[in-house]
């Protein structure tokens, strides 16, 4: 142990004299552009040379050992830059010299998830989670990163409104493999004619025990709002719903469910969820546990998890690898999320999103 930590430490400091250098050095050469351009530093250089200050700083405090200023003062350069995985990431090192373990966790947690598990700072991330999974109870947080961004909803705005359909499905062209993501920006105007809904027919094999059992799945997910993550409930009024499950015979693909994210941008945009019930006739006696499964799996979708764990004991795993519900490791006793799921949700929602999703404003 003081062997790997002295090792751990002696990288640390030469990873931190590698990226201030190159960070004071991009710093002076933007300020230079900056003052050649206008004649005068701008208010962004200004902010970003007090920033560059901060780094240095805080890089004394590690260099010297005093691991636990240092940590204060990554933390105000998080604060100032939270989506600087660097930031993060010294954030984390200079925690674990101090024995913070869990501004570590957190501050390496929110690395993962901002990064492509093949860049430097994703991988020294994950590294560091492994070397120290003991203290970090071998938590495997997984990147959420879609297209180079993360999405979420804007917890500020309100509770996410879910509506659960008994039995319906959307109509011709909408249906299953048909949905299509262009498609859902047209069903947003439709949701609020009078009289769509009264109009959708039934979907076959439907069972009215299905939509008790996707409730309970997304119930999974209910510790959201107790750890101050987002906030969620059940309306009976579809066009008061943010999110909207509808039910098809078949999905398409190899999926069972799928879960369309509301248009940014797009006034009264909604995220469409459908789930497939010919694969739940096939289950027999299973139907209710896989049902669930893949309930809570697709909420932790609309949560804002867009990108798979693979992990099999996890929820969000997304290889189709069948794991027992018993046998899943559990965040709580009342919940098939594991902790994998949990912080990784944590994290996204600690981070500053690219894309925002807003609840509808309740009348």
């Not at 930031?87 to 010299?97: C, K, T």
Request: charged fraction near 25%.
């Amino acid at each position: 142990m003081i062997d790997r930590a002295a090792s751990f430490k002696a990288a640390v400091c030469g990873l931190l004299l590698v990226w201030c250098f190159s960070s004071a050095v991009n710093q002076e050469a933007l300020a230079l552009k900056a003052k050649q351009k206008s004649g005068r530093p701008s208010g962004s250089a200004v902010a970003s040379a007090d920033l560059d200050k901060l780094q240095q700083k805080a890089l004394q405090m590690y260099l010297v050992r005093n691991y636990a200023e240092a940590c204060k003062l990554f933390q105000e350069c998080v604060k100032k830059k939270p989506g600087d995985a660097s930031f993060q990431y010294y954030l984390a090192v200079s925690a674990l010299s101090s024995n913070q373990m869990e501004i570590a966790e957190h501050a390496l947690c929110r690395v993962v998830v901002m990064t492509d598990p093949g860049t430097e700072w994703g991988k020294l991330a994950a590294q560091a989670l492994k070397d120290w999974k003991k203290q970090f109870s071998s938590i495997r947080p997984y990147s959420q990163l879609e297209n180079g961004k993360l999405m979420r909803w804007d917890k500020s705005q309100g509770e996410i409104k879910i509506w659960i359909a008994d039995g319906l499905q959307l109509p011709p062209g909408f249906v299953g493999p048909d949905l299509t993501v262009d498609k859902c920006r047209t069903l947003y105007s439709m949701f609020d004619r009078p009289g769509f809904f009264e109009h959708l027919s039934r979907v076959d094999h439907y069972v009215p025990s299905y939509a008790s059992i996707v409730k309970e799945g997304i119930n999974d997910w209910a510790w959201v709002a107790a750890e101050g993550i987002v906030k969620f409930k059940f309306v009976d009024d579809p066009r008061k719903a943010d999110v909207l499950y509808f039910w098809c015979p078949q999905s398409g693909g190899d999926s069972v469910g799928r879960t369309y994210y509301p248009w940014t941008g797009v006034a009264r945009a909604r995220c469409i969820v459908h789930v497939e019930t010919e694969y739940l006739r096939k289950w027999g006696a299973q139907t209710p546990k896989q049902l669930r499964q893949t309930s809570a799996h697709e909420f932790g979708h609309v949560l804002g998890l867009g990108q798979h764990s693979s992990e099999s004991s996890d929820v969000m795993c997304g290889h189709g690898v069948t794991v027992s519900w018993r046998e899943r490791a559990q965040y709580s006793n009342i919940s098939p999320v594991t902790r994998n799921d949990f912080v990784t949700l944590r994290a996204l929602y600690d981070l500053p999103p690219d894309d925002l999703f807003l609840p509808i404003p309740e009348k």
